[in-house]
């Protein structure tokens, strides 16, 4: 036989395999197993609405909620179908400008003291539904005061939630859209959260 | 942000390592029974016997290095057209839920070349641009045969060194039958569902609407996500499935799957030479490799680590405090995302779980490194192997000037056709890079494509090719480089980066299966002792640093001083 046909029958032959039979062996065996997990962690809201998913961030911009992290996706923040980064350089003034600014935007909020740098930088998938422990209690006195919460009610919610990760490599942090949820279940919401 | 522990990560890294070496030594002796047919006897045997029958092929039926690689340029040229074909028609082929169109011709050819090669670098975005057809049966065959492609030649270089007075290096056919029947099919599956247990999706819904928040509804995109993710780890190709890759949630949603998937990345490189240790029958220098490749990555990711730990200063001035966390995601943390980096450019792999153009300069500057001392340092599956064995090559030939021998390496004779075809293998690529990175900057196409300004934008158009002539496939990701000039001239690159390199090895291990082996006499130079470890560092490192100081000196260098300056 000459090369050319057993290459092109091998190919044929591991071409079957790994792109059509393996794809669809994990998708079975991932639906049945893990169908929530398959189907992207989706949380429902009232009715067939989808609310978001458990792992993708989402855009959170009213001072009743505790806002994320800053998102440079294409088109608008937290587009969830079009993930990316800045990609702008540490020496980059267009990246101090738009920190000072963030900074800036905190300040008027009442919000003293170092900022953590993770509230004001975008993540590299602009998707990052996480914010460090820290960033979110900073938070508290703001949304406290939107919502009239007692801010050390407010503060046990927010610990409540926090996640400390198994390996040590961050900090706690916390799910900002399962917090916002959490807030609107327990003080009444504007039809943003899941409830 | 809570301020990261050294000491504790530093820690964490050595566990994880140390788990990295003890799989690597298990894994590399399953190697080694895959490819001497210890396990064509078992449950998969019928298939692999099958195979062979279909294609009139049989395992002793071996051939020369000259056939040998004819084989595998011809497999992967049929590889290539298939995909290109793909990529140009995909609109009109099923599993296209959200209808995206054909690539444009230069688009389609850059990918096609770009999957073939192992590179995966993507001038496109998977969430926007690719159909779920294309990302089954167009990328993720490709990222299985690719890397069964370099393994099969490292296993045939291995041959080449270890066998004496034959013309026969091995059988393609069967080699990378072996590798997918045996190696990454049954690894990637396992993997896959792990990853899908931890929220990698999995499925072919058409884009969900969400509330997205406060600021109006979003689609999240979906698809067939860990299938792709697992062999993209594990064949060290590194094609995101979405745009930001693995910093995306749906590719890599925890802490934990990003140390399992850092794991499925070493693992098959970090192997190989455990693999070489036993069908050379001489352990310690499969352990002398892997020590070479280990303390480069330890001082790769210490440096990347301090250099973020050091951290940002024209940032803390505007009153931000912790690590600079631009490009990157909470949930890693800095030793996540260090090791990530590190890992994914010492090997070929090029997937990242942070955008490398936002890391601080000196940081940015060590996955460039990694991949300019030709990936050397565990390497891409199989690739990565064989650009080691050149770098053995060259050492044992300067080393052999310095004591007035002849160059030798277990027994074999390094002539003049051996150091000429280890020299093609390092210096290609990095001519590649220089040459290249020096067109690009006389005309406007260079300086059109940089995002960021000053010594930074060097650095953007410097990685890319250098990440392409690798075929590493990360990137500075601000550069754009979907322009003709780009897509074009980083085909040839990566094509030529891929298949120059590894058809010279394959000439390399056919010269040195010819040879006889000579009996190790007093004056013969140890390869398998501290000395020549250290030896083997020293070399990889000069041939590395000094071909590329003054690229780097005008790069990431001059934009430390500029950042420390605060300029």
Redesign the interface.
């Known amino acids: 036989m000459t090369s050319l046909r057993s290459a092109a029958i091998l190919f044929t032959l591991l071409f079957a395999l790994t792109g059509l039979a393996y794809p669809v062996a994990v998708l079975l065996a991932a639906g049945t197993a893990f169908p929530f997990q398959a189907h992207g962690s989706l949380v429902l809201a009232a009715g067939d609405r989808v609310a978001g998913s458990q792992l993708i961030g989402e855009n959170w911009t009213l001072p009743r909620y505790f806002q994320g992290r800053p998102s440079a996706t294409s088109g608008a923040p937290y587009n969830s179908a079009g993930s990316g980064g800045s990609n702008l350089g540490p020496t980059n003034p267009a990246l101090v400008r738009v920190v000072e600014f963030r900074v800036q935007a905190l300040r008027d909020l009442g919000i003293e003291g170092p900022i953590p740098s993770d509230l004001v930088t975008a993540s590299g998938s602009g998707l990052d539904p996480h914010l460090s422990l820290e960033a979110a209690l900073l938070q508290v006195p703001v949304v406290s005061d939107a919502r009239g919460i007692p801010e050390d009610q407010l503060r046990e919610r927010v610990l409540a939630l926090a996640v400390y990760p198994a390996i040590p490599f961050s900090g706690p942090y916390v799910n900002v859209a399962a917090l916002n949820r959490e807030l609107d279940r327990w003080h009444g919401g504007d039809g943003y959260g899941s409830s | 942000?809570?301020i990261?522990?050294p000491l504790?990560?530093g820690a964490?890294v050595l566990g994880f390592l140390l788990l990295v070496s003890i799989s690597a030594v298990l894994f590399g002796r399953y190697l080694a029974r895959v490819y001497s047919g210890g396990l064509s006897r078992g449950p998969f045997g019928k298939i692999e016997a099958g195979?062979y029958h279909?294609?009139?092929?049989e395992p002793d039926q071996e051939s020369g290095w000259r056939?040998y690689a004819?084989?595998m340029l011809?497999?992967n040229g049929?590889?290539f057209g298939?995909l290109l074909v793909i990529l140009l028609i995909q609109g009109f082929l099923p599993l296209n839920p959200m209808g995206v169109p054909g690539f444009e011709f230069h688009h389609a050819l850059n990918i096609a070349v770009s999957f073939v090669t192992n590179t995966n670098w993507q001038v496109y975005?998977g969430?926007?641009a690719a159909s779920y057809l294309t990302q089954?049966?167009?990328f993720?065959?490709q990222n299985?045969?690719s890397a069964a492609t370099g393994i099969s030649v490292a296993i045939a270089v291995m041959r080449g060194i270890t066998r004496r007075t034959t013309d026969r290096i091995g059988n393609f056919?069967v080699d990378?039958?072996r590798t997918?029947l045996y190696v990454?099919?049954p690894v990637?599956?396992i993997a896959?569902?792990v990853l899908?247990?931890?929220?990698?999706?999995?499925?072919?819904?058409p884009?969900?609407?969400?509330?997205?928040?406060?600021?109006?509804p979003?689609?999240?995109?979906?698809g067939?996500v860990?299938?792709?993710e697992?062999?993209k780890e594990l064949g060290t190709n590194g094609g995101g499935f979405?745009?930001?890759n693995a910093?995306?949630?749906?590719e890599n949603?925890?802490?934990?799957t990003n140390?399992f998937e850092i794991f499925l990345i070493l693992l098959i490189p970090a192997s190989l030479p455990f693999t070489f240790g036993e069908l050379s029958g001489r352990r310690r220098e499969g352990i002398a490799i892997f020590a070479v490749m280990l303390a480069l990555f330890l001082l790769a990711f210490a440096g990347l680590y301090a250099a973020e730990w050091y951290g940002?200063p024209?940032?803390a001035r505007?009153?931000?405090?912790?690590?600079?966390?631009?490009?990157?995601?909470?949930?890693?943390?800095?030793?996540?995302t260090a090791l990530y980096a590190v890992a994914t450019t010492a090997t070929s792999c090029g997937s990242?779980?942070?955008?490398h153009?936002?890391?601080?300069?000196l940081a940015?500057m060590v996955p460039l490194l990694l991949i300019l001392l030709g990936e050397a340092v565990f390497g891409g599956a199989g690739s990565g192997f064989y650009t080691y064995l050149a770098f053995i090559v060259v050492a044992v030939f300067i080393a052999g000037l310095m004591i007035g021998r002849t160059p030798e390496y277990l027994g074999k004779k390094m002539e003049r056709r051996e150091i000429t075809m280890a020299v093609v293998v390092i210096l290609v690529p990095t001519l590649l890079v220089l040459l290249f990175t020096a067109v690009a900057l006389l005309i406007p196409a260079g300086a059109q494509a940089m995002?960021?300004?000053?010594?930074?934008g060097l650095?953007?158009l410097i990685y890319a090719y250098t990440s392409m002539a690798n075929n590493n496939g990360s990137a500075?990701?601000?550069f754009d480089a979907t322009t003709p000039f780009f897509t074009l001239t980083g085909a040839f690159v990566m094509a030529v980066g891929r298949f120059v390199p590894a058809v010279a090895m394959l000439a390399l291990a056919g010269a040195l299966a010819e040879k006889k082996t000579v009996p190790s006499s007093p004056g013969t130079l140890p390869t398998a002792t501290p000395a020549f470890v250290l030896w083997m560092i020293f070399v990889i490192v000069i041939v590395g640093v000094l071909t590329f100081f003054p690229l780097l000196t005008m790069g990431p260098v001059a934009?430390h001083f500029?950042?420390i300056g605060g300029?």
Do not use: C
């Open positions: 942000m809570a990261p522990d504790m990560d964490t195979i279909t294609i009139g092929t056939q004819k084989d011809l497999f049929i590889g298939v975005s969430e926007t089954m049966a167009g993720t065959v299985f045969l056919w990378l039958t997918v990454l099919l990637a599956f896959a569902l899908a247990s931890q929220g990698v999706i999995q499925n072919l819904d884009y969900v609407e969400t509330s997205g928040g406060t600021a109006g979003r689609l999240i995109a979906m067939p860990a299938s792709q697992a062999i979405f745009n930001a910093a995306h949630p749906f949603p925890g802490h934990l140390l940002n024209t940032l505007t009153g931000v405090s912790g690590i600079p966390m631009e490009g990157k995601e909470v949930r890693f943390g800095l030793g996540g990242v779980n942070a955008m153009d936002s890391l601080t300069p940015g995002l960021n300004p000053g010594p930074h650095s953007e500075f990701a601000g934009e500029r950042m300029i």
